[in-house]
């Protein structure tokens, strides 16, 4: 039998992904869910399922350690990784905006400094407009950076608006919508055709009916 081992994203996707991989009779959520073990094995043994950061998953897929991966169109963009991306999952969904604090708009002239997460959607995003920008990586609480005056700006997720309304930001540009995506390692999706195709169908069935619909 064929095993398939798909690293999952810790974090804001992960109940989302568990309750979809639980609803397609992929995986038992709860016992996932209550357990610190970063990697379970279904009984059936045609799945492993391996928990790490987001920013992870691109990597542990793209070089073959898991065959598929859950994660945000956003770490997609922001790795660069070589990954199919068959499915769109419709969980999590959220936006990669530009935000400045809303009584003192970012200035287009000069130097801007860019405080976010994702170096590299924030370099591409400001060089397509040929803005020099200078970009400051966080590992998070980014909209702290221009409260505080470390930028100008940020790049960086909204979901509901809290964090920005909060703290007195706006948005300024939505540069990407995100949503989870299944990602497949090239070799995997040719040498594991079958079991990444059943995968692929199951998770495709879910998606598309009730509360995972786009
Ligand atoms: C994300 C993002 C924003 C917040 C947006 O951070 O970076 O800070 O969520 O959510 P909202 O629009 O619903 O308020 P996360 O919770 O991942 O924590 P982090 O700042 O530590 O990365």
């Given at each position: 039998m064929t095993?398939?081992?798909?690293?999952?994203a810790?974090?804001r996707?992960?109940?989302?992904?568990l309750?979809?991989?639980?609803?397609?009779r992929?995986?038992?959520t709860r016992?996932a869910?209550?357990?610190r073990r970063?990697?379970?094995e279904?009984?059936?043994g045609?799945?492993?399922?391996?928990?790490?950061?987001?920013?992870?998953v691109?990597v542990?897929?793209?070089?073959g350690?898991?065959d598929?991966?859950?994660?945000g169109?956003?770490v997609i963009m922001?790795?660069e990784a070589?990954l199919?991306?068959?499915?769109?999952?419709g969980?999590?969904r959220?936006?990669?905006v530009?935000?400045a604090?809303?009584?003192r708009?970012?200035?287009?002239y000069?130097?801007?400094r860019v405080a976010?997460?994702?170096p590299h959607i924030?370099?591409?995003?400001?060089g397509a407009?040929?803005q020099?920008?200078?970009v400051?990586?966080?590992s998070?609480?980014?909209?702290?950076?221009?409260?505080?005056?470390l930028?100008?700006?940020?790049v960086?997720?909204?979901?509901?608006?809290r964090?920005?309304?909060?703290?007195?930001?706006?948005i300024?540009?939505?540069?990407?919508?995100?949503?989870?995506?299944?990602?497949?390692?090239?070799?995997?999706y040719?040498?594991?055709a079958k079991?990444v195709g059943?995968?692929?169908?199951?998770?495709?069935?879910t998606?598309s009916?009730?509360?995972f619909?786009?």
């Open positions: 095993r398939l081992t798909i690293a999952v810790k974090g996707l992960q109940a989302g992904t309750d979809l991989l639980a609803k397609s992929l995986c038992e016992n869910l209550s357990s970063l990697a379970i279904d009984e059936s045609r799945f492993r399922f391996i928990f790490v950061k987001p920013m992870d691109p542990y897929v793209a070089h350690i898991a598929c991966g859950v994660v169109r956003d922001e790795s070589d199919l991306q068959p499915l769109t999952l969980i999590g959220c936006r990669i530009v935000a604090p809303a009584d708009p970012a200035s287009s000069g130097m801007l976010t997460k994702y924030a370099a591409a995003y400001f407009r040929g020099p920008v200078e400051i990586e966080l998070g609480s980014v909209e702290l950076a221009p409260v505080l005056g930028a100008d700006c940020i960086d997720l909204v979901e509901t608006g964090t920005l309304a909060d703290n007195g930001l706006s300024v540009d939505v540069i990407a919508e995100s949503t989870g995506r299944l990602v497949v390692n090239r070799a995997s040719q040498l594991k079991a059943e995968l692929i169908a199951a998770l495709e069935a998606a009916a009730g509360d619909a786009e």
